[in-house]
């Protein structure tokens, strides 16, 4: 099952034809480089995204790299760390990478990730979900692929407080945005010769919100017949994943339960340092991360994994139509995990960050 899974992502595209043509990408003036946007990002960051850019040197990637921070100080133009011109980096680009980014709870500053999503459009975060061939965990079979609704719901960020001790947090479901999101599942199946789309969704409960989300789906199954559509309440998807995630393949949700969902999937193949994510947006933008945390009580220390960012990086390749690169490259940390000698310490290894990145390179 698991060299079936690794054959079916190295024949993937993972973004297809919703891509704009490589000729509207921004390449370097001095040679035909491709330039994406880098966001190292916080703690661990900067460590595993040069481990992105040792593997991609060594693999001959023709990327050249726009390196962006988070601030210091907040730019009122975003009303975040993140600066205006960073943003503008990723318009231009088109594509681009990032790692961690923490943001301070309850300090009453704007999410980076939020900031993300809202300022470029970014409204379908895609996760694939596949067991590691040599890796072993407690499902050997996964194979599916969350897809999470990224710019409303829960998320849309409007809060206040009623009278004190009271507080309101305001759920916006859109048709626009759950069209969106839906047409993108449903294109995304039949691209990747997928079989089935399961909506995740609470409409027993939260019928105007969450039924106009399911009558969204409903409406754009109609035009995919060839594709089984399945309606599944979130309380009930959680627990057929855990008994059985083989009764899935891709999933659609509103922003809240995707964030959920897709965690909780991460954790049946082995956690979030191994689990690839992308962000697609408006005009094609592709913005692929880590969505693990930065990490802060390993920062510094070679101990990270980079496996998250490098897998993210392949999907990076992918979306450019760079499926030598990408195939090159995950096949190499594939390889890398499964032979066991260089693991880090999360996968059970002891590992440096250094070591299990000069294994991917060797066996490039």
């Not at 850019?53 to 100080?73: L, M, N, S």
């Not at 993210?312 to 195939?327: C, P, Y």
């Not at 032979?339 to 390179?361: H, M, P, S, V």
Request: hydrophobic share 40%.
């Amino acid at each position: 099952m698991a060299s079936q899974i690794v054959r079916r992502l190295s024949g993937s595209r993972l973004f297809s034809t919703a891509n704009p043509s490589l000729f509207d990408r921004c390449f370097s003036s001095e040679s035909n480089l491709i330039r994406a946007t880098l966001f190292p990002g916080d703690g661990i960051g900067p460590e595993i995204a040069e481990s992105v850019k040792q593997v991609f040197r060594v693999a001959d990637v023709p990327i050249e790299w726009e390196e962006h921070f988070v601030g210091t100080e907040i730019d009122p133009r975003t009303q975040s760390f993140l600066t205006w011109e960073s943003l503008e980096s990723v318009r231009q680009n088109k594509v681009g990478l990032k790692g961690p980014m923490a943001t301070p709870i309850g300090k009453g500053h704007r999410s980076l990730n939020l900031t993300l999503r809202k300022e470029l459009n970014l409204y379908a975060n895609v996760r694939p979900c596949y067991s590691l061939p040599g890796y072993k965990t407690k499902y050997d079979d996964v194979d599916l692929i969350t897809i999470r609704e990224n710019t409303e719901g829960e998320y849309s960020g409007l809060e206040h407080q009623v009278v004190r001790g009271v507080v309101e947090s305001l759920k916006i479901i859109t048709r626009q945005a759950s069209l969106r999101v839906a047409e993108y599942a449903f294109h995304y199946a039949k691209v990747h010769g997928r079989e089935r789309v399961s909506a995740i969704h609470k409409a027993n409960i939260m019928q105007k919100t969450d039924g106009l989300f399911l009558k969204c789906c409903r409406e754009v199954a109609e035009k995919y017949p060839e594709i089984k559509y399945e309606e599944v309440v979130i309380d009930n998807c959680c627990l057929m994943l855990v008994k059985n995630p083989a009764l899935f393949d891709v999933l659609v949700m509103p922003n809240l339960y995707g964030d959920i969902i897709s965690d909780l999937c991460a954790g049946l193949i082995g956690g979030l340092g191994l689990t690839p994510s992308c962000n697609i947006g408006e005009g094609g933008i592709a913005l692929a991360e880590a969505v693990h945390g930065s990490a802060p009580d390993i920062a510094g220390k070679n101990l990270a994994n980079p496996t998250a960012l490098l897998l993210s990086s392949v999907t990076m390749l992918r979306h450019l139509d760079l499926h030598d690169k990408a195939e090159r490259i995950q096949d190499a940390v594939l390889k890398t995990i499964a032979e066991g000698k260089y693991r880090t310490g999360d996968l059970g290894g002891k590992a440096k960050t250094t070591e299990f990145t000069n294994a991917i390179c060797d066996h490039l």
